[in-house]
């Protein structure tokens, strides 16, 4: 079993649908990254977060510690949040920056 | 744009040759590292290093090394290239380990 799951794995939504992504992870943390990868291969660096909650324009970005899991929420969905979403954490145990890494969401929003 | 800068962009060369990978990190950020992302594979953690020292080993064969500057740029190096060793290579920047990191946009290396 992966120490970082997501689902879906794949996800295929119109335009203007609340989007929902989920990363369930098995170690302890000290903190969970969400990116964006760009079909063009690009990385963008979405939050960073130990606990609660972050917003950033349409997305949103919520953790919950005790049950290990966090979610990413694009609102009002557009074909440009077209991307593979990358759910990353950070063993606690791990003094380095040695991230552990989910499959991935391929996200395709039609117009 | 993250502030951090990979060159080149693109590079293909043949098998059994060396390239070396460019990045330049943020402004102000000491720890680099270096990732692997082969053909619709997941980020590969080869090495990070924190203001001029290795501080992290990830899977990084024998072949490939790493340096850091003291301008704080760092290069990838990759000898012998196989085939295998084509792949999209990140480089990311942090103030610190335990801080946000920033991503480079990629080089897209191609073994023919």
């Known amino acids: 079993k992966n120490e970082v799951e997501q689902s879906p794995q794949n996800l295929t939504a119109q335009e203007g649908e609340f989007i929902t992504i989920n990363c369930s992870y098995s170690v302890g943390i000290s903190a969970l990254h969400w990116l964006q990868q760009h079909p063009g291969g690009g990385i963008v660096s979405l939050f960073m977060l130990s606990s609660g909650k972050k917003k950033h324009g349409r997305l949103i970005a919520t953790i919950n510690i005790q049950e290990k899991h966090s979610s990413l929420h694009i609102t009002a969905s557009h074909p440009r949040d077209s991307a593979v979403y990358i759910c990353?954490?950070?063993?606690?145990?791990?003094?380095?920056?040695?991230?552990?890494w989910g499959a991935g969401t391929k996200l395709i929003i039609k117009p | 744009d993250s502030g951090v800068t990979q060159t080149p962009k693109h590079l293909i060369t043949a098998t059994g040759q060396r390239v070396t990978l460019r990045c330049s990190p943020r402004s102000g950020d000491l720890s680099v590292y270096w990732y692997q992302q082969s053909l619709d594979q997941g980020l590969q953690f080869l090495i990070q290093y924190y203001n001029g020292e290795e501080r992290a080993k990830g899977n990084i064969l024998e072949r490939f090394s790493a340096q850091q500057f003291p301008d704080l740029h760092s290069e990838l190096n990759l000898s012998s290239l196989e085939l295998g060793d084509s792949a999209l290579y990140f480089c990311a920047s942090s103030v610190v380990s335990n801080t946000e990191a920033f991503f480079g946009q990629g080089t897209r290396l191609t073994v023919v």
């Open positions: 990353a954490v950070r063993s606690r145990a791990d003094s380095n920056y040695q991230l552990i």
